[in-house]
């Protein structure tokens, strides 16, 4: 009997350490600090776990919404590099189509060419990049930005569709991406480590056909690390027809999607300060 559980518990271990879509970030905790990540308020009813990995390594994780066809958030160090800027391949995720596939983010057509995933079965499990193209007046916004990386290989990692929401283009080109690009310079000097929560609140809209969901707000949270210790943390939300940023306390970000969410939400571990 007790050969038989330690054989369960070691298929078990195998299973998840061969799967990157699993139902925890236990295979990618570095991107949270302490490891703790955001408490279940924000969860939708289909998720998936996703530690994002490209060229077997690991570059953030990303809670995705498997029914609105967007990510709820993806959650990174952040670590801007002046890497040479990589080209757009736009990727999908292949355990969302079947949990024993590839376990690294790969074009669409190389699945449907190598591993002969059809087209309608990469749609059924996540967006495609169709769902993004002759959208008026939106973007393919990024939730981990390419800007925020060190690495090529990271910087690519961000152009995946579990990554990506319908964002408003007035804001992505304006005051989200003076956020993203100035606004975090400044707040990030002095930091050792910065870890960065990025999410997007469902909205009651949805693109192309109905298979993707426009979000209502884009919001960030931010807490930084001096040496090992947590100094300061930030927020920052913006509606996603607007192209206007409110930076806030992370405090004062958590009441706000507390409020959106239709529950108390928590964002970083306790020793990142709210106020």
């Not at 930005?145 to 990506?164: D, V």
């Not at 100035?182 to 693109?207: F, L």
């Not at 109905?210 to 930084?224: D, F, G, L, M, Y």
Request: charged share 25%.
């Amino acid at each position: 009997m007790l050969g038989l559980l330690l054989l369960q518990v070691l298929a078990s271990c195998l299973w998840l350490g061969h799967s990157e879509v699993v139902n925890s970030f236990a295979s990618c905790p570095q991107f949270f600090y302490a490891g703790t990540t955001p408490n279940d308020a924000l969860n939708p009813k289909n998720p998936a776990w996703i530690c994002q990995r490209f060229r077997n390594s690991y570059h953030y994780a990303t809670l995705y919404d498997r029914d609105r066809r967007i990510p709820v958030y993806s959650a990174y160090k952040y670590e801007p590099g002046d890497a040479k800027k990589p080209p757009e391949w736009w990727m999908v995720e292949p355990q969302l189509i079947d949990k024993n596939s590839l376990p690294d983010m790969e074009r669409d057509w190389i699945l449907i060419e190598q591993k002969k995933f059809t087209l309608d079965q990469i749609k059924q499990s996540q967006a495609v990049l169709d769902d993004y193209k002759g959208l008026k007046d939106l973007d393919r916004g990024h939730l981990s930005p390419s800007g925020h990386q060190l690495s090529r290989e990271s910087k690519m990692a961000t152009f995946t569709l579990t990554n990506i929401v319908p964002q408003d283009s007035s804001l992505n080109n304006g005051k989200w991406n003076a956020y993203e690009h100035k606004t975090m310079s400044k707040k990030t000097k002095g930091c050792t480590t910065t870890y960065v929560i990025t999410g997007a609140v469902p909205g009651n809209t949805y693109v192309s056909e109905e298979r993707v969901n426009r979000p209502s707000h884009i919001w960030s949270a931010a807490c930084c690390l001096v040496d090992e210790e947590p100094t300061k943390a930030w927020g920052a939300i913006a509606e996603n027809d607007k192209n206007e940023v409110e930076e806030l306390s992370l405090g004062e970000l958590e009441e706000r999607l507390t409020d959106l969410y239709k529950g108390e939400v928590t964002l970083f571990n306790n020793a990142c300060p709210r106020k």
